[in-house]
Nanobody, 115 residues
Framework: QVQLVESGGGLVQAGGSLRLSCRTS????????MYWYRQAPGSQREWVAL???????NYADSVKGRFTISRDDAKNTVYLQMNSLKPEDTAVYYC?????????WGQGTQVTVSS
């Protein structure tokens, strides 16, 4: 059974930091590229970051230099370290994988950045 369980969100002041986690099950985690997406109220879901199975990373321009994606294949978990947070980073954050991206989305974790 596939599960993607995001956690670590919360309320933080502008300039603060949060670390999101996404624990997975039911997929071959180590062979999957993993992604973080976010969806702000009234907006479409947008891609934030990816990490390939080999560790290569890429980021949306809006978060480059502030966010860092990482993975722990032993724990089947992907992380998103978010620094220098801005109010425009407020959104529900979701993780996903190559295997599940067309068929499954988890509950997400809410990140709220106050000004």
């Amino acid at each position: 059974q596939v599960q993607l369980v995001e956690s670590g969100g919360g309320l933080v002041q502008a300039g603060g930091s949060l670390r999101l986690s996404c624990r997975t099950s039911g997929i071959r985690f180590s062979t999957n590229a993993m992604y973080w997406y976010r969806q702000a109220p009234g907006s479409q879901r947008e891609w934030v970051a990816l990490i390939a199975s080999g560790g290569r990373t890429n980021y949306a321009d809006s978060v480059k230099g502030r966010f860092t994606i990482s993975r722990d294949d032993a724990k089947n978990t992907v992380y998103l370290q978010m620094n220098s947070l801005k109010p425009e980073d407020t959104a529900v954050y979701y993780c996903n994988s190559d295997t599940t991206i067309r068929t499954y989305w988890g509950q997400g974790t809410q990140v709220t950045v106050s000004s």
